[in-house]
Nanobody
Framework: QVQLVESGGGSVQAGGSLRLSCAGSSIVYSNYCLGWFRQAPGKNREGVATIHTPGSTTYYATSVKGRFSIYRDNAKTTLYLQMNSLKPEDTAMYYC???????????????????WGQGTQVNVSS
C-alpha cells in the first residue's frame, strides 16, 4: 500500500537547475536508505545519489558529485534531489527508491531497492 510519487521534472537548458521531489511518508519513516536513480533511453538504470537516514550519510555517483544534492525536508516526508549545473547527459527518467538496509548497502551502485516511484522525466538541452 505504500507509494512513492515523484515530481519536479521538466525541460531546462544546460547550466540550469531543477529540484525533484519524492513523496511517500511511510517509506521515509520505515526505510533507512533512500535514493535517486536515472535511466536514459537504451541505457541501463544507474544510481545517482543515496542517503542513509539514521545519520543522514549521503553518497553520490562521480558523474554528479558537486552538482547534485540529496536531502529530506524537515518533516522527513519528502525526498529531494537538487540538480544544479545540469548537462545534456543528465537527460533521463529519474526514479526515487527506498529500502530498509544498512549503511554499507546504501549505495547508488546498488539498484536492487525494494520500493520505486513511477519516474519523472528530465530533459536538458544544449
Amino acid at each position: 500500500q505504500v507509494q512513492l510519487v515523484e515530481s519536479g521534472g521538466g525541460s531546462v537548458q544546460a547550466g540550469g537547475s531543477l529540484r525533484l521531489s519524492c513523496a511517500g511518508s511511510s517509506i521515509v519513516y520505515s526505510n533507512y536508505c533512500l535514493g535517486w536513480f536515472r535511466q536514459a533511453p537504451g541505457k541501463n538504470r544507474e544510481g545517482v545519489a543515496t542517503i542513509h537516514t539514521p545519520g543522514s550519510t549521503t553518497y553520490y555517483a562521480t558523474s554528479v558529485k558537486g552538482r547534485f544534492s540529496i536531502y529530506r525536508d524537515n518533516a522527513k516526508t519528502t525526498l529531494y534531489l537538487q540538480m544544479n549545473s545540469l548537462k545534456p547527459e543528465d537527460t533521463a527518467m529519474y526514479y526515487c527508491a527506498a529500502d530498509n538496509r544498512s549503511r554499507l548497502r546504501c549505495s547508488p551502485e546498488l539498484t536492487d531497492f525494494g520500493y520505486w516511484g513511477q519516474g519523472t522525466q528530465v530533459n536538458v538541452s544544449s
